[in-house]
């Protein structure tokens, strides 16, 4: 398989095929063809598709490994499945496939005696890997039967670390699922057939190397083990000392200080410097005076100045560095640039391919439309960083050309908080989204709850809505939005992941740019079809509620103020005197409702979504409950679902069952949440109940009052219909590598009892359950519980949280 572009891989990939990147010295491509010879595989096909020529003229038949190679060119992309099943004559009997762009030392004739023993139909090559997500995942039982797939999951699918390599044994008659020319993935589209139709396939888990060179890290990495002795290959030179590999022609001065592992190409020179450890240097370099060269990986034909450091970085062939340069850790310079003295090249950064950089220049982005260097860009729900440390200008011009690619350069709302920092990186945003064609529609002095509707009322295809931190106003966070007003989905996040870390972005000619629209007082709009979803404003009016509100956000207390006075509500809020603790607003409004000045209070969240209530009787009703109120008045209101992310206890189902409503479980990051309450939701303007009472928490206080009054009752009222539940949360620290495996582990321990994998894992027995989830974005587990008792709740958490400390200790 040799048809990957290597995109992750660039600026190292932008002339060459991921195949044709070189491993000390020589195309990755090479060691899998010298493995197959190792196992007496001769006969050998070739699927390519991107830059095939370099391959074909590098491997020409096979010639050099006593080997015949066939190739086959997919025209259109063909999918994994689809490009093997192109290459028909090389699939009458069974067959390995192998990728071109992974190394491995795999024991070929074990994988294959596995697979014959077991009977298996299709085998897949599994290895354990610490931190599966960015890998297919995939789930044996104790025979090693497949029984389970998951692409590249979240944190909370996380069932096992055992990852699909992508190498398979494979019996020819299961390619005739599919006909020559069709496009399929073997993972995402024939694997699942076959195990929705019986098919046996079996897993065999190798303890062999194996290594995808998907990113820089993993790149230099793989070197790296092979210098360490952890691959089992010979290296192309001569080991002079302990260590240290020398090619023919190459020379080293006499005072050079060399620190193993080191290995020199052929024909390079090596004047009096420091070079390693973890390096390796090609052919045909020249590496000059007083230069320290270390953890670095260098192409041929490459020039090192004088007094030049390059730590941890990789020069592709022809790169020239003159005197006095630094270039620190995990950069990458494209092939044929110079850089010239005195220059700086800080980490992460990446300079494509024929740059000219000056004299003392401090390259702190890269040379190409900016990228953020972190692989997941994305958090839990958002992204988030510091202004102009971890979003820049150019990093948010970026996004917001990624984003207007992924919506077909369509029509985008474009929000801020009216903050500095917000206004800031708004601008870069616009500017990306107008480079790439896109159409901008801005509301400025916004909150999130707006750019949602005003998608919905603009019909427009996507939001973006920028606000700054409330303590710290350099703090920025950014929100994606699709066109029905939720968080753009994992997939999507992934898209923009994909361009960013990519960086090459599509342009467009100064007669196809848009023009901006900009919505000025757009609040009064977001209030007045606030006050539409009301059936009993008159009533609402009549009854003069006396409401204490409180937030740290004065935008959101200003319209929350203009939107109950349109209700004929009393409102009282405190001066804003800068940020206040939680602890401290909460005692605010007791002591409102305690004094007879407001019957009940709300505390609103800094992005005005969520909210806390304090009843007329001064309790706090906030997550659980909070969900607990806004599902029982969903309920009330003749609702015909309610959905739940999958964490909250089972007490809401025997709630939901007395009034006849169905219950939609669904993965409990937002994304998931908001895409199920709006699944099959036209309206243009309006939004389903639950989401509204969870996602905007000034229209959502209309909606409960409307209810209050409708049916002459009151907060406390219903939270004394609530019923009583046992329900604990707890979190435990983790190393991210730690996380797979405790997970595997546990469903391992488990396997006897009744557990559920839909996310985390979920165990089941007669005092209740628990769910340990990996959470997204930290290094630590969530642990939920819930018991038929308080004891029993007690009982299950302490249990849990003590075996995965345990599981953790083990190394």
């Known amino acids: 398989m040799a048809g990957g572009k290597g995109t992750r891989l660039r600026p190292l990939t932008c002339s060459l095929p991921k195949p044709m990147v070189p491993i ?3 195309p990755v491509m090479e060691y899998t ?35 015949n ?51 298996s139909k299709v085998t897949l090559v599994l290895k354990k890997e610490a931190v599966p997500i960015e890998y297919g995942v995939v789930i044996t039982n104790e025979a090693g039967k497949i029984v389970r ?35 399929f993935d073997f993972s995402k589209d024939l694997f699942p057939k076959l195990l929705q139709d019986g098919v046996p396939m079996y ?4 303890e062999d190397y194996w290594c995808d060179i998907g990113d820089l890290n993993s790149y230099k990495q793989t070197q790296f083990d092979i210098l360490d002795g952890k691959v089992n290959l010979e290296l192309d030179a001569n080991e002079i000392t302990k260590g240290v590999w020398l090619g023919e022609g190459s020379k080293i001065h006499e005072k050079t200080v060399i620190n193993p592992p080191v290995y020199i190409g052929k024909n390079s020179l090596v004047d009096t410097c420091r070079i390693g450890p973890h390096t390796i240097i090609s052919d045909n370099c020249d590496i000059k005076r007083d230069a320290v060269v270390k953890r670095s990986i260098i192409w041929k034909d490459s020039h090192i100045g004088e007094e030049t450091h390059f730590t941890g970085a990789v020069a592709c062939n022809r790169v020239h560095i003159n005197k006095r340069v630094n270039v620190f850790e995990n950069a990458a310079i494209g092939e044929e640039s110079t850089l010239l003295d005195g220059v700086m090249v800080k980490p992460d950064i990446k300079i494509w391919p024929h740059k000219l950089v000056d004299e003392n220049t401090v390259v702190n982005k890269n040379l190409i439309w900016g990228s953020k260097a972190s692989k997941t860009v994305f958090g839990y729900r958002d992204i988030s960083g510091h202004m102009n440390i971890d979003i820049t200008p150019e990093f948010a011009m970026g996004l917001g050309s990624s984003f207007s690619a992924i919506s077909k350069g369509g029509a985008i709302v474009v929000s801020d908080d009216a903050s500095n920092a917000a206004f800031l990186i708004k601008s870069s945003i616009i500017t990306g989204i107008h480079a790439s064609g896109g159409q901008v529609i801005e509301v400025p002095d916004s909150i999130l709850a707006m750019n949602r509707f005003a998608v919905k009322y603009h019909q427009a295809d996507g939001g973006v809505h920028i606000r700054t931190d409330n303590a710290d106003k350099n703090k920025i966070y950014i929100e994606f939005i699709d066109n029905n007003g939720a968080n753009i989905s994992r997939n999507k996040e992934r898209e923009i992941e994909n361009l960013m870390n990519r960086g090459d972005f599509e342009r467009c000619n100064a007669d196809k740019l848009k023009q901006k629209v900009s919505i000025e007082n757009f609040s009064s709009i977001f209030i007045k079809q606030g006050l539409k979803l009301l059936e009993h404003k008159d009533a609402l009016k009549r009854k003069n509620f006396k409401i204490a509100i409180s937030s740290n956000s004065l935008k959101h207390l200003k319209l929350a103020k203009d939107y109950l006075n349109e209700l004929g509500c009393s409102i009282n809020y405190e001066k804003y005197e800068g940020i206040k603790p939680l602890k401290k607003q909460l005692s605010y409004l007791s002591n409102q409702i305690k004094l007879g000045k407001a019957e009940f209070g709300v505390l609103i969240s800094d992005n005005g979504e969520d909210m806390i209530i304090v009843d007329e009787k001064g309790r706090s009703i906030e997550k659980e409950d909070y969900l607990l109120l806004t599902s029982l008045i969903a309920m009330k209101s003749k609702t015909e679902k309610i959905v739940l992310p999958y964490i909250v206890p089972n007490i ?31 309206t243009n303007t309006e939004f389903p109940l639950q989401y509204t009472l969870n996602y905007n928490a000034i229209w959502g206080i209309g909606l409960i009052l409307d209810l209050l009054v409708s049916s002459n009752s009151r907060i406390c009222n219903l939270v004394d219909e609530f019923p009583e539940y046992y329900y604990l949360k707890e ?15 546990l469903i391992e321990e488990n396997k006897d009892q009744s557990i559920e994998l839909f996310e985390g894992v979920k165990i089941n027995d007669d005092r209740g359950w628990t769910l340990i989830l990996p959470d997204h974005e930290k290094p630590l587990f969530k642990i939920y519980t819930e018991g038929f008792s308080q004891e029993y709740a007690q009982e299950l958490s302490v249990s849990f949280s003590k075996k995965v400390m345990d599981l953790l200790t083990l190394t």
């Open 149 to 183: 797939f998951l692409e590249k999951p979240s944190w909370g699918e996380v069932f096992s670390n055992t990852v699909n390599t992508g190498i398979y044994i494979i019996e020819p008659e299961v390619m005739e699922y599919y006909k020559k020319g069709d496009s």
């Open 69 to 119: 190679i066939s190739y086959y060119l997919e025209d259109v992309p063909l999918g994994t499945g689809g490009s093997v099943r192109n290459a028909e004559e090389y699939i009458k009997e069974p067959f390995l496939v192998i990728s071109g762009d992974a190394l491995t030392d795999l024991n070929i004739d074990n994988a294959i005696d596995y697979h014959r023993t077991k009977g």
């Open 731 to 745: 979190e435990i620290p983790c190393d991210w590598k730690d996380k797979g495996r405790v997970i595997k582990d």
């Open 33 to 67: 063809a010298q493995l197959l010879k190792k196992y007496n595989i001769d006969d050998v096909a070739v699927t390519t598709a991107y830059l095939p020529e370099l391959i074909t003229e590098y491997f020409e038949e096979g010639q050099r490994w006593d080997m």
């Open 24 to 26: 000390l010295n020589k």
């Open 203 to 206: 897993g065999y888990v190798t």
């Open 652 to 682: 809401f189902e025997k709630m939901a069952k007395s009034y006849n409503v169905e219950v939609i479980r669904t993965k409990s990051n937002p994304s998931s949440i908001m895409h199920e309450m709006l699944k099959n939701w036209n």
